[in-house]
Each structure stands twice: as structure tokens, then as C-alpha cells.
């Protein structure tokens, strides 16, 4: 997951392995995506280009960052955002902890793979995305009229696959968050879970899934963004 949208790819144990850059914004043989292509006309509805561009066609994922701080309002934004995207029952297990102080993030340090250590540090807000097993007890406030609760509450193997899952689709939704505030995003999966559970989740119950580094970042120097799957590779419609 470490820097999944740029040519360096880590599997949170040492450096990178090398990928041949190919030019920004093409697919694999030099094709234009199908959104950048001329002559193609967005449909009704959709977002202007510029914020299509802000959200996907332009966003990099940063290996440094800059100084800039990011206030806890924005955080607060950011949260109040991705709690609107749907969830299974509006069952919304995903739980976060924001770490911006020091002494928050040298408990964090000791938990991060080598390769991810100087990129995670750097950035302004480190966030923990997890998930609450539990999160079953809240369904009476967020889906009131139906008996979710007892239904999760009985079955282990259910709540858990429902929580990871939507908690999962939740952390994508604080990625789009964020970039639609004017943050860079650099999700991280190289990290042990246990540590970062024990220092940091232990009173709460709640799990840890992967890390998202927050804040503005110093995109200058960055490679030429890795080939993408085009439609025909990676989608089937079935009429």
C-alpha cells in the first residue's frame, strides 16, 4: 500500500524495488487514459475536470513532506466528510487516531518497517485507520428501527468480515476526503499491527488496518506515475 499510486512500491521491508518510468498521466504502451482523451465529454452531473484532476488525475502520493501544519479543524472536516460515504447498514466501524505530537509519533516509530520510516515521520499528521469490533453496539443510534445489533452480536465471523470490510471502504473514503480538502495522502500497510494496537488501541479494543501520512507534500522529483490496468484488463460488463 506504501506510496501505491507513484512508481516506488515497498513491501515495508527495505528500499523499493526499480520500475521503468513511463510518461505521466498513459497508459501501458503510451495510450491516453480514457478521462484525459480529447474530444470526451464528462456526463451530467459529474464534477468539473479541474476537481476531477484534484482528486485523481493530478494527485501524486508525496515521499517528503513540507512543514506546513494541518489544523485540527481540517481533521475534523476530513472526518465529518468520509463519515457520509455508505456503509453496510450504516454500520460505520471505522475508528482513527491522529497522531501530530511528538511523543505520539516516537511510539509509532518503533512499529514501522525500515523502508517506511523516514516518509512516515515527515509527515504533519500520522493517521491510524482501524476498525471497531464492536462497532454493533452503536447500530441502535446509526440504523434505529431494525435489530442489526443482536444479529451482529451473534455472529463472530459476520462482524468481524463486516467491520474490516467497511472500515476497509471507509479509509478509502478519508483518502478522497482529504485530497478534496487540498491534503496530500500517503497510505501505508509496513507496520506491525500489534505494536501499533498495544501503544496506541489498547483501551479502546479497536484494530488497526493501515496508515495514512497526512499533510501538503514536496512533490518536486517525483518519478513518472506507474502504468494503471486499462478498462479492457481489468473490467468485464455483463448486460
Given at each position: ?24 498521466n ?11 482523451k480529447?474530444g470526451?465529454?464528462?456526463p451530467?452531473g459529474?464534477?468539473?475536470q ?10 501524486r502520493?508525496p ?10 479543524d ?15 447498514g ?9 497522531l ?11 512499529a514501522l ?5 523516514n ?7 500520522i ?9 454493533f ?5 446509526l ?10 452480536a ?10 474490516f ?9 478519508v ?5 478534496a480538502l ?16 498495544d ?10 488496518n ?14 513518472a506515475r506507474?502504468?494503471?490496468l ?10
Open positions: 500500500m506504501a506510496d501505491e499510486r507513484d512508481v516506488q512500491q515497498t513491501d515495508g521491508q527495505g528500499a523499493a524495488p526499480a520500475h521503468e518510468a513511463t510518461p505521466d498513459t497508459e501501458p504502451g503510451g495510450v491516453a487514459p480514457e478521462h484525459t480529447p470526451l465529454s464528462l451530467d459529474a464534477l468539473d479541474s476537481a476531477l484532476d484534484q482528486l485523481f488525475t493530478s494527485a502520493t515521499r517528503r513532506w513540507s512543514t506546513r501544519p494541518v489544523a485540527d481540517v481533521l475534523r472536516q476530513l472526518y465529518a466528510l468520509a463519515s457520509l460515504g455508505p456503509t453496510s450504516n454500520c460505520s466501524p471505522a475508528r482513527m487516531v491522529f501530530k505530537g511528538t511523543d505520539a509519533r516516537e511510539r509509532l516509530r518503533p518497517s525500515a523502508g517506511n520510516v516518509r512516515v515521520m515527515g509527515a504533519p499528521v493517521a491510524i485507520v482501524g476498525h471497531d469490533p464492536l462497532f453496539e452503536q447500530l441502535p443510534f440504523c434505529p428501527g431494525e435489530d442489526l445489533r443482536s444479529w451482529f451473534a455472529d463472530v465471523g459476520l462482524s468481524e468480515e463486516t467491520a470490510r467497511n472500515g476497509t471502504l471507509q479509509g478509502a473514503y483518502i478522497m476526503a482529504a485530497r487540498g491534503l496530500d495522502v500517503l497510505p501505508i500497510s509496513g507496520f506491525d499491527q500489534s505494536m501499533v494496537e501503544a496506541f488501541l489498547a483501551e479502546t479494543g479497536w484494530r488497526a493501515f496508515l495514512l501520512c497526512l499533510g501538503h507534500g514536496d512533490l518536486t522529483g517525483l518519478p506507474a502504468p494503471r486499462d478498462f479492457a484488463q481489468a473490467c468485464r460488463v455483463v448486460d
